[in-house]
């Protein structure tokens, strides 16, 4: 069973004390449960490599993220950048101190320079709040300038706010001093703000906080630039030599030398060396290799063979023209598989319509019986003595030829690379004919 965890939940089978060993398998209820283990191994890792972070002093990578905490808390809850940023500006507070008598304001003089930031000294422990007093009823707002504002009373219960009345265009007067502060009573409406007074001195910094979490990595700098060149060090021992590199692309070739042309007759069919053509009998899946020479470039729309006159049956015979090995003088890869052609009558001509060009050079033409008549017998050629340029070829010290051709056997269906070849002295061939 292929496990499914972690996309979701496996459905284990699990065996009941009547079932046989068998069924459910013995081997894939352990295999399942195998795979279901190094699913889960896989999805929490190692102690060297793990994925999922301990509970104890975990370890995490990427972009972590919690709950950002509400400003100013002090527990062990863990800080996000957010809150490390909200906080930084405020430093540690401390206890709130008792809250004295409100003075009297003055009117604001114009702001000071900033002093120097002095050590922060000891938050002291926060007194108790007062009771705050009723708030009175606001009265209307009259025009004209406003005078000096008296003492606040004790604050009494909220009235309801009257009209606002324009403002006049005087003067404010400077604020009287607060009177003590009462019992706490429903709060009255909200007051104009009053002037922010000068920052105090900056506390202290308090002890530092546990590291937060690495941040993403900034974007690469640029590229200084380069350094002078040292002086060049004395050479080292010479290094072993490394392999042999590819063979380079073959060169374009060489313009094609002159050639005493022979000159082809459109028309008429032509066929390799060898005496006149003889009647014998075809091998079946053996393939003959004929020479054949060309002088100049020539294009053929034929490729034929002749049944002899004691020809009897039905047969087929596939043909062809293969490339020279320039080497060995040998028939190599397969130019043009001309497909097969029937044969079902004697002393007849049968041939296949093809478009092939021949440059200059040696061909072998090629011919295979693939399906054997009662009495397989073609027109030939024997080469007592031929090679591509008329040598005779033989295998032993004789002067008598006995290579003339060359024959492949245990050939069925299309033709492909030449393979092992035997020499003979005779085949039977066919012929092509020139457009």
Known sequence: MTTNFPTSIDSLTNPLTTDPM????????HADANDAIEAIETQIGTTAAPVLARLASPTFTGVPAAPTAPLATNST?????AFVIANAATGPQGSQGSTGSQ??????????SQGATGSQGTAGSQGSTGSQGSAGAQGA????????QGSTGSQGSAGS????GATGAGTQGAQGSDGAQGATGSQGSTGAQGTTGSQGSTGAQGSAGSQGATGAQGVAGSQGSTGSQGPTGSQGATGAQGATGAQGATGAQGATGSVASFGFTSGLYYRGSGTQGTTLTATLSQ???LPFIMTETKTFDRIAIATG???????????GIYNNDTTTGKPSTVLLD???VATTAASTVYQITISQSLTAGTYWLAFNMQTAASTPNYIGSSLTASSPINYVIGTTGSPAGSAGVWLEASITGAFATAGTLTSALFGPTCTLRVV
């Open 287 to 289: 393939t003959v290799y």
């Open 141 to 148: 707002q009259g025009s004209g300038s406003q005078g000096s």
């Open 161 to 164: 706010q009257g009209a606002q």
């Open 103 to 112: 003075g009297s304001t003055g009117s604001q003089g114009s702001t000071g």
């Open 77 to 81: 809850q863990l800080a996000t950048t």
């Open 338 to 340: 001309a497909g097969t």
């Open 22 to 29: 068998n069924n459910p398998s013995h081997a894939d209820q």
């Open 309 to 319: 006159a004691s020809y009897v049956g039905t047969g087929s015979v596939r043909l």
